[in-house]
């Protein structure tokens, strides 16, 4: 009865952690450059000195699917859409580098170029900032070119390049806030075979009717692990009634 107990709870646990992540791919179906979470299940070991107990149902979001979503085309002069494996450097909330398919980018007032949820885009001189222009253009190998407000010349000017990487090869994890970055730290060196499409935006990769399924069958596994703890509950009553001493 320990056992059953134990065990549904461990599968409760890990079916929590498959609805969340299934939640989360849910409402993040229409956000650019998405990429689906993974979850699924691994040992993990119950151990101590003396005895090698069980082995537990562990779930959690081990990777994403890195396969492309559908690309959209804008016409808007920042948006971007990343060819093959390529992906944007950032910079991420805690300074250090890392890296999205996010193309919706964005230029503040003070010339920063920033992601659609904030992030820093990088250029190969640091964080990307573009001064007053009329016109800006994004090359398809990462070239930034502008012409400079006011200029009557015509002439574009290079004034960066996107930090554009590729992650082939090489080990990376996705965080919570959906950048991704290399596992156990470090950076991704930079790829000049990465390729862009100005103009155009890649969506996210999220299935939603998949999505459904998977969540309808989170919700009745939970209720079979229901079961099993009233189950367990009626056997650990009916044990402790045969149990009981008859009343002379």
């Known amino acids: 009865m320990d056992k059953m107990i134990h065990s549904s709870l461990s599968a ?5 952690a498959r609805q969340t992540a299934i939640a989360n791919n849910m409402a993040n179906a229409s956000t650019t450059g998405f990429r689906a979470e993974i979850v699924n299940a691994k040992a993990k070991h119950l151990s101590s ?4 107990s069980r082995a537990m149902a562990h779930e959690r979001v081990l990777a994403a ?21 390529a992906m944007l450097s950032v910079q991420g909330p805690d300074g250090e580098p890392a890296y999205t398919r996010r ?4 230029l503040g007032e003070t010339g920063l170029v920033t992601t659609g949820a904030g992030d820093p885009v990088l250029g190969e ?14 090359a398809k190998d990462g070239d930034v070119w502008i012409l400079p ?70 919700s009745r596994a939970w209720q079979t692990q229901v079961k099993l703890l009233s189950t367990a509950k009626d056997i650990d009553s009916s044990g402790a009634s045969l149990m009981q001493l008859p009343n002379n």
């Open 125 to 138: 001189g640091g964080p990307l900032i573009i001064p007053p222009a009329d016109r800006i253009s994004i």
């Open 65 to 85: 699917d890195m396969t492309s979503g559908s690309v959209t085309v804008t016409g808007r002069a920042l948006d971007i859409a990343l060819d093959g494996d």
């Open 149 to 218: 407000q006011g200029d009557t010349t015509g002439q574009m000017q290079q004034i960066d390049r996107l930090a554009l990487v590729s992650f082939t090869g090489s080990d990376i994890v996705k965080g919570n806030d959906n950048l991704f970055r290399v596992r156990d730290g470090g950076a991704l060196p930079a790829d000049a075979d990465a390729r862009l499409t100005s103009g155009s935006l890649e969506g996210s990769n999220v299935n939603m009717t998949a999505a459904l399924v998977d969540m309808i069958e989170a």
């Open 12 to 16: 409760m646990q890990g079916i929590m």
């Open 103 to 106: 193309g919706d980018l964005q």
């Open 49 to 52: 000195a003396e005895l090698d």
